[in-house]
């Protein structure tokens, strides 16, 4: 069935990814092209065929359906193909399982017209969205997506409740100005991230998720791979608390480390001594190391395009440069020189014989922590300036 006539342009390009979608397709198909023409939506359908060896291109092809064949494995790469090739101002991707009832896009197309660039879909009750009994696995409800969903929304303040659902509508614009990368199931959350990040305008409507219509093989969603796989997306989009706050709380616990064992302090039946100063330096030298990953990585993030520019970096490079960072390394390997002299020349003063290691520690623990952290931030100060060099 041809929706649109060639004569007119296409508004909403419909891209169902699909790997052996035989049992459901058709319906899929048909409830698109349904809602298509009840509400006069200038649109056509496409199939993003990703290497399925049932008859799904057969039956996409026989719905009137465009067929997109996707080499490339993956759900992201089946969604990027089909979508390269659509035509419409605005795309709608939606699985071909009938889990998502495809008459509901008038509203998610409504929101479009109105200005938003991103309309996901939401399953859950917390987005006024209703999930019918045993169309949702309980991990997936009750922790999964909830618990996915909350750190969206802290983490990268996306207006969501259902980070997950495969339902959405956005605008080729705003796809494009998003130049995605994952090729796996890690392309939903890639977008939300990526849009919310770049404050592009997003909303959420409530929709229905239906049992899964596929009988000849199960979901080609697992739980704890791809529960895995988001989380781990989730940390490399989040320098931040992926080395930022656990090396600023591991600083934090060496400061405090130095503060009660400089002087010896006794606390109760413990006493803070040259021992906890090795602890404390560790926690130091680990943390800085910590927060010099989160610089790196945020720079060579938001230089390859993989993160949008962010402005606390910007202005954090306004300020911080590659010769201010080698004058404070320099003052660092003074200050350290210099309490690891002083060591010495205590020792000299004995003659090198036998030391007062609790005294002496305390210059020489400290000493050696400002040189490493000296030397740290010469090899830092170089890298990040290389990291921060835009390619041609």
Known sequence: MQLVPQTDAVEVSVVIPCLNEQDTLATCIEKAQRALLEYHITGEILVADNGSTDLSQTIAEREGARVVAVNEPGYGSALMGGIAAATGQFIIIGDADDSYDFLELPKIVGKLREGFDLVQGCRLPAGGGSIRPGAMPFLHRWI?????????????????????????????????RLDQRCTGMEFATEMIIKASLRGEKIVEVPITLHRDGRRSHAPHLKTFRDGWRTFRYFLMCSPRWLFLVPGGAFIAFGLLGYLVAMPGLRIGHSTFDAHTLLFASLAILCGYQWILFALFAKTFAVTEGFLPPDRHLERFFEVVNLEKGLVVAALAIIG?????????????????????????????????????????????????SILGMRRK
Do not use: E
Not at 155 to 173: E, H, M, S
Not at 353 to 380: C, E, I, K, N
């Open 144 to 176: 999964g997506n909830p618990g996915f969903s909350f750190l969206a929304r802290k983490w990268f303040n996306a207006p969501i409740n259902d980070v997950y659902c495969g339902l959405r509508g956005f605008t080729k614009a705003m796809y494009r």
């Open 336 to 384: 350290g020189g210099c309490l690891l002299l002083a060591a010495v020349w205590q020792w000299w003063l004995i003659g090198f014989g036998h030391l007062d290691y609790a005294r002496t520690m305390r210059l020489v623990v400290p000493g050696a922590t400002l040189v490493a952290l000296g030397f740290q931030t010469v090899f830092s100060s170089f890298f990040v």
